[in-house]
């Protein structure tokens, strides 16, 4: 059994930021690739950064520049920095590992949702 559990979300103003934690547990083979996407009320889910080996990272055109994704290999925790966040950004925020367990089964494994509100 794996779980991803999520933390950090919540309500800041524009030009604000926020860090979005997300731990994975259980067992847990190897990790292969993470991700962040989100899903704002209305829209589909949409990528957000992803970290498909050490040295690549990738990013929507959106939110290039000011949002970082990394990776502590150690705690098996993905975080998201978010900077000079805008009300689009607002959405709930979905992290995503690509993993192997420990029965050798290798699939997708998400998040339980976080909820990122930029308002004033």
């Known amino acids: 059994q794996v779980q991803l559990v999520e933390s950090g979300g919540g309500l800041v103003q524009p030009g604000g930021s926020l860090r979005l934690s997300c731990a994975a547990s259980?067992?847990?083979?190897?990790?292969?690739?993470m991700a962040w996407y989100r899903q704002a009320p209305g829209k589909q889910r949409e990528l957000v950064a992803h970290?498909?080996?050490?040295?690549?990272?990738n990013y929507a055109d959106s939110v290039r520049g000011r949002f970082t994704i990394s990776m502590d290999n150690a705690r098996n925790t993905v975080y998201l920095q978010m900077n000079s966040l805008k009300p689009e950004d607002t959405a709930v925020y979905y992290c995503?590992?690509?993993?192997?367990?420990?029965?050798?089964?290798?699939?997708?494994?998400w998040g339980q949702g976080i909820q990122v509100t930029v308002s004033s």
């Open positions: 995503n590992f690509k993993m192997r367990n420990t029965s050798l089964y290798f699939g997708d494994y």
């Open positions: 970290r498909p080996s050490p040295a690549t990272t």
């Open positions: 259980g067992s847990i083979f190897s990790i292969n690739a």
